[in-house]
């Protein structure tokens, strides 16, 4: 227990510069909804009182609103305002206009009706009843409808992440998603802090007598503008240009921390869901995103990858893998199934990850017209020595990959295909294989190093160096513990990467992270 | 100074106020007397317009009131209300401030003029800072009436401003009310369903029911001359106490021996009534009091039974009962 809450001690520590960040902007989004919520719903609240048929109406609104799951109403958000604080601070001040609304209403009808007409009969005008009598006397009602909404948002607040309005939940959605429980404490303990601080401020507040309460309203406005001003602090500095990063790009060593320790690059990051992502970047919303090298959306969006000249991304090169039994069966299997090595770069298989993922032709036929361009297709020969067992993960990539080898096979020798594609994940695939059901897959030399083989750090900093270091331990590595070789690898590398719009990238004459980085430290 | 003409208001189907007219003259006090619901309340807040008359017309010293602004007719005219109303969260005398406040008085004056009503009023300074809350009812109600005083308004309404006091106190409040020259050259309508109140404090009375006035005039008018049995009946129970305190020992001067013994000092001025004679009796025997008529400058001692007959001979000569 000890040496788990000392972990999580040091990954706060350690990562202290976000964490405070994280809790600005989380206290900011909390302040700047909740003062426009009471911008609105005070108003709102005193209007209600001095026209009661609307009172039903108004209220019965406030209240459906906040009945809006979370999720649900960030998601309608989104096509109405896109991304980031603006419409994160709407669906909260949503949420925090029912208890405001609600308690002005109450806290000014509950003023004693005697005193009100005291008022009036001293010869107050409805103005000077209202802020000298009603709202006063309404206000330790109406404070605790502002305690309500603020723990409200301060809870809400952490879903902003979701679309990338940043906040605590940054740190707990992403440690959900990389299954990292510090992550998840780091920001999960400080927003309950944050919850019961601000509830026993405001009690504190509203238990204050009259007089001092008057003193305590004139400051409140001003302690809620400075509050909602921390949300901008963090994005004062670094903000030529806006990053958005998934999740687990964001905890990964090779993804924003090596960013940060190996290039030292200092942008202005927020947090994005990986569906919402590609779309952001080409509308402009942000510069710099993370992805995948081969992804089809690279090319569907124009996007640019930016060169990683400090090798921080591991290589994930794609190579068939195959079982040492399954070679010595099929003789002629190994120099087939190299016939495809070295042929398809980066750009060939975004290509192909294109023409199957947004035109929506089928893994077939860009295998097909890919073979004939390279003129490497040949009809099938309707052999029978003997059957091939070919595996694939379940995406687009490897159904185009295993298309191709069944027809080189097919075509080149007299062996038949079997396939079995859409084998779950790496696990699925890989224990099929050792279990003998599949004979072949194509596999990436960094999943193999981290998935299969689980290497310990050290050895993956220093395999990270070149391609051919990792393939040269893998390919070892698999030999000894599995009985599987690794064939030579097919040319192109579906790693992380960082890309941006090619017009923009162009414009700054950014095409490695070292230039972009030399871009942002420019003035 | 202040002229009422068949005020009419109703409620829904409740005639609250029905064809009511009177008029009461400068430095006069007026009692609205009657049972609850029969439309004092109602009555008293049209002259300010807190409630705005269905028919009929108001004027206070010769302005109808319907053409003022309804806020500066308010600030001119003093309120006491009939639960105080005083605002919780001002000190109290940041409540008696309000009207000054509103009328922009610097804080010097209303300073000094609320030291004034407080000594008056006889409210400690200690109380300057403090809340309503930490006030008896009595010392609330004193605060509602300086509160209506600071303006120094020529008009005072007030809606039953002792009704939630204790017997004591309130005959305390009452000899401190009539005491107060502060009081003594405005135009007061007090609203009552008291009628010791009414008769201790009014000049003249009207008395109500069912949103009408069934009687108006001076206590001693509703006393030996009353309009109808209601009249009559609503002042019985009460009846041989009033009649104590309405006649007065000039009434019955001339029924009064002169024994010639004057004893003790002490003296009972004749324009008191024969309830203050009485009260002055330690009850001895053969004991004597001085009454002083101070019109004529002569002193009478009188027993207890020389009192008690010369009433007795008083009544006997009087024209009704
Ligand atoms: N705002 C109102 N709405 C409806 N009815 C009212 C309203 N104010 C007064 N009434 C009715 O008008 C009648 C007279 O009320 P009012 O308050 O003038 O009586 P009151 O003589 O002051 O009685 P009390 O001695 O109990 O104060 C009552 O029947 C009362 O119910
Ligand atoms: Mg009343």
């Given at each position: 227990?000890?040496?788990?809450?000392?972990?999580?001690?040091?990954?706060?520590?350690?990562?202290?510069?976000?964490?405070?960040?994280?809790?600005?902007?989380?206290?900011?989004?909390?302040?700047?909804?909740?003062?426009?919520?009471?911008?609105?719903?005070?108003?709102?609240?005193?209007?209600?009182?001095?026209?009661?048929?609307?009172?039903?109406?108004?209220?019965?609104?406030?209240?459906?609103?906040?009945?809006?799951?979370?999720?649900?109403?960030?998601?309608?958000?989104?096509?109405?305002?896109?991304?980031?604080?603006?419409?994160?601070?709407?669906?909260?001040?949503?949420?925090?206009?029912l208890p405001i609304i609600r308690n002005t209403y109450t806290g000014i009808t509950g003023v004693d009706a005697t005193v009100k007409e005291a008022a009036v009969a001293m010869g107050m005008n409805k103005w000077q009843v209202l802020f000298k009598v009603e709202l006063p006397l309404a206000m330790p009602v109406i404070l605790a409808g502002i305690r309500t909404a603020t723990v409200i948002n301060v809870g809400v607040a952490t879903l902003a992440s979701y679309i990338a309005a940043g906040g605590l939940g940054e740190f707990?959605?992403?440690?959900?998603?990389?299954?990292?429980?510090?992550?998840?404490?780091?920001?999960?303990?400080?927003?309950?802090?944050?919850?019961?601080?601000?509830?026993?401020?405001?009690?504190?507040?509203?238990?204050?007598?009259?007089?001092?309460?008057?003193?305590?309203?004139?400051?409140?406005?001003?302690?809620?503008?400075?509050?909602?001003?921390?949300?901008?602090?963090?994005?004062?500095?670094?903000?030529?240009?806006?990053?958005?990063?998934?999740?687990?790009?964001?905890?990964?060593?090779?993804?924003?921390?090596?960013?940060?320790?190996?290039?030292?690059?200092?942008?202005?990051?927020?947090?994005?869901?990986?569906?919402?992502?590609?779309?952001?970047?080409?509308?402009?919303?942000?510069?710099?995103?993370?992805?995948?090298?081969?992804?089809?959306?690279?090319?569907?969006?124009?996007?640019?990858?930016?060169?990683?000249?400090?090798?921080?991304?591991?290589?994930?090169?794609?190579?068939?893998?195959?079982?040492?039994?399954?070679?010595?069966?099929?003789?002629?299997?190994?120099?087939?199934?190299?016939?495809?090595?070295?042929?398809?770069?980066?750009?060939?298989?975004?290509?192909?990850?294109?023409?199957?993922?947004?035109?929506?032709?089928?893994?077939?036929?860009?295998?097909?017209?890919?073979?004939?361009?390279?003129?490497?297709?040949?009809?099938?020969?309707?052999?029978?020595?003997?059957?091939?067992?070919?595996?694939?993960?379940?995406?687009?990539?490897?159904?185009?990959?295993?298309?191709?080898?069944?027809?080189?096979?097919?075509?080149?020798?007299?062996?038949?295909?079997?396939?079995?594609?859409?084998?779950?994940?790496?696990?699925?695939?890989?224990?099929?294989?050792?279990?003998?059901?599949?004979?072949?897959?194509?596999?990436?030399?960094?999943?193999?190093?981290?998935?299969?083989?689980?290497?310990?750090?050290?050895?993956?900093?220093?395999?990270?160096?070149?391609?051919?270091?990792?393939?040269?331990?893998?390919?070892?590595?698999?030999?000894?513990?599995?009985?599987?070789?690794?064939?030579?690898?097919?040319?192109?590398?579906?790693?992380?990467?960082?890309?941006?719009?090619?017009?923009?990238?162009?414009?700054?004459?950014?095409?490695?992270?070292?230039?972009?980085?030399?871009?942002?430290?420019?003035? | 100074?202040?002229?009422?003409?068949?005020?009419?208001?109703?409620?829904?189907?409740?005639?609250?106020?029905?064809?009511?007219?009177?008029?009461?003259?400068?430095?006069?006090?007026?009692?609205?007397?009657?049972?609850?619901?029969?439309?004092?309340?109602?009555?008293?807040?049209?002259?300010?317009?807190?409630?705005?008359?269905?028919?009929?017309?108001?004027?206070?010293?010769?302005?109808?009131?319907?053409?003022?602004?309804?806020?500066?007719?308010?600030?001119?005219?003093?309120?006491?209300?009939?639960?105080?109303?005083?605002?919780?969260?001002?000190?109290?005398?940041?409540?008696?401030?309000?009207?000054?406040?509103?009328?922009?008085?610097?804080?010097?004056?209303?300073?000094?003029?609320?030291?004034?009503?407080?000594?008056?009023?006889?409210?400690?300074?200690?109380?300057?800072?403090?809340?309503?809350?930490?006030?008896?009812?009595?010392?609330?109600?004193?605060?509602?009436?300086?509160?209506?005083?600071?303006?120094?308004?020529?008009?005072?309404?007030?809606?039953?401003?002792?009704?939630?006091?204790?017997?004591?106190?309130?005959?305390?409040?009452?000899?401190?009310?009539?005491?107060?020259?502060?009081?003594k050259r405005k135009t007061i309508i007090i609203v009552t369903h008291d009628v010791q109140e009414a008769f201790e404090l009014a000049d003249r009375i009207a008395l109500m029911d069912k949103g009408r006035i069934v009687q108006i005039g001076t206590p001693a008018e509703l006393l030996f001359y009353p309009a109808n049995d209601f009249v009559k009946d609503f002042l019985k129970e009460q009846h041989l106490q009033l009649e104590l305190k309405t006649i007065k020992l000039t009434d019955i001067w001339q029924y009064l021996p002169?024994?010639?013994?004057?004893?003790?000092?002490?003296?009972?001025?004749?324009?008191?009534?024969?309830?203050?004679?009485?009260?002055?009796?330690?009850?001895?025997?053969?004991?004597?009091?001085?009454?002083?008529?101070?019109?004529?400058?002569?002193?009478?001692?009188?027993?207890?039974?020389?009192?008690?007959?010369?009433?007795?001979?008083?009544?006997?000569?009087?024209?009704?009962?």
């Open positions: 227990m000890n040496e788990h809450q000392q972990t999580l001690w040091e990954f706060m520590q350690q990562q202290s510069d976000k964490l405070l960040v994280q809790t600005m902007q989380h206290i900011g989004l909390t302040f700047i909804s909740l003062f426009i919520a009471v911008l609105i719903g005070l108003p709102l609240g005193i209007y209600i009182t001095r026209k009661k048929q609307l009172s039903g109406l108004v209220l019965g609104i406030a209240g459906v609103l906040q009945t809006i799951p979370s999720i649900a109403l960030l998601g309608f958000m989104i096509p109405l305002l896109g991304i980031g604080a603006k419409p994160a601070i709407v669906a909260l001040l949503l949420y925090a206009l707990i959605f992403g440690g959900i998603s990389l299954n990292n429980t510090n992550m998840i404490l780091a920001g999960a303990i400080p927003a309950a802090l944050l919850a019961v601080l601000f509830d026993f401020l405001l009690s504190l507040v509203q238990n204050l007598n009259f007089k001092k309460v008057k003193g305590a309203v004139k400051v409140a406005p001003v302690v809620l503008l400075v509050l909602s001003c921390l949300y901008f602090i963090p994005s004062a500095y670094g903000s030529k240009l806006t990053a958005g990063f998934t999740p687990e790009f964001m905890g990964r060593q090779d993804g924003n921390l090596g960013l940060i320790s190996k290039y030292g690059l200092k942008i202005h990051t927020i947090v994005i869901n990986d569906a919402v992502m590609y779309k952001a970047a080409q509308e402009k919303e942000l510069d710099v995103i993370s992805g995948y090298s081969t992804d089809g959306r690279l090319k569907a969006y124009d996007l640019l990858v930016l060169g990683d000249d400090k090798k921080i991304f591991p290589p994930y090169y794609a190579a068939p893998i195959v079982r040492e039994d399954a070679l010595r069966k099929f003789p002629e299997l190994e120099q087939t199934l190299n016939k495809l090595s070295g042929l398809i770069n980066d750009s060939v298989m975004t290509e192909l990850n294109y023409r199957t993922d947004y035109l929506h032709q089928t893994p077939e036929r860009v295998a097909k017209d890919f073979l004939e361009a390279k003129k490497l297709y040949k009809p099938d020969r309707g052999g029978n020595e003997g059957v091939v067992r070919i595996g694939s993960k379940i995406f687009g990539e490897q159904y185009i990959l295993a298309s191709m080898y069944t027809m080189l096979i097919k075509g080149y020798t007299n062996y038949n295909v079997a396939t079995k594609t859409g084998l779950g994940g790496t696990k699925i695939v890989f224990d099929a294989m050792t279990n003998d059901q599949i004979d072949v897959y194509p596999e990436y030399t960094g999943t193999g190093l981290l998935a299969i083989l689980q290497a310990a750090p050290q050895t993956v900093t220093r395999l990270q160096v070149s391609k051919d270091s990792t393939y040269n331990y893998v390919q070892r590595e698999f030999k000894k513990r599995y009985k599987i070789k690794w064939l030579k690898p097919i040319g192109f590398n579906n790693a992380y990467a960082l890309m941006m719009r090619q017009a923009q990238a162009k414009q700054l004459g950014v095409k490695t992270i070292s230039d972009l980085k030399r871009y942002l430290d420019s003035k | 100074m202040i002229k009422v003409e068949r005020l009419v208001k109703t409620f829904g189907t409740t005639k609250a106020v029905n064809d009511i007219s009177f008029e009461v003259n400068a430095g006069e006090t007026l009692a609205l007397l009657g049972t609850s619901g029969c439309g004092k309340t109602t009555t008293l807040k049209m002259l300010n317009r807190l409630i705005e008359p269905d028919s009929g017309t108001i004027s206070i010293n010769g302005k109808n009131v319907m053409e003022q602004e309804p806020e500066a007719l308010r600030r001119s005219i003093g309120y006491v209300l009939q639960n105080n109303g005083l605002f919780p969260h001002y000190t109290v005398a940041e409540n008696i401030a309000i009207v000054p406040n509103l009328l922009k008085w610097d804080k010097a004056k209303t300073d000094k003029r609320i030291k004034e009503l407080l000594d008056k009023l006889h409210l400690f300074k200690d109380y300057f800072n403090a809340y309503p809350g930490e006030l008896s009812g009595g010392q609330q109600q004193r605060i509602g009436l300086a509160r209506a005083l600071i303006a120094d308004p020529p008009v005072l309404l007030m809606d039953e401003p002792f009704g939630a006091l204790d017997n004591v106190t309130r005959t305390k409040i009452h000899h401190e009310f009539k005491e107060l020259d502060e009081l002169d024994t010639g013994k004057k004893i003790n000092t002490s003296q009972v001025p004749a324009s008191a009534g024969i309830w203050d004679a009485l009260d002055s009796y330690k009850f001895y025997p053969r004991e004597n009091i001085n009454i002083l008529n101070q019109q004529s400058k002569e002193v009478r001692s009188v027993t207890f039974s020389q009192l008690m007959s010369a009433y007795s001979h008083y009544k006997n000569h009087q024209p009704h009962e």
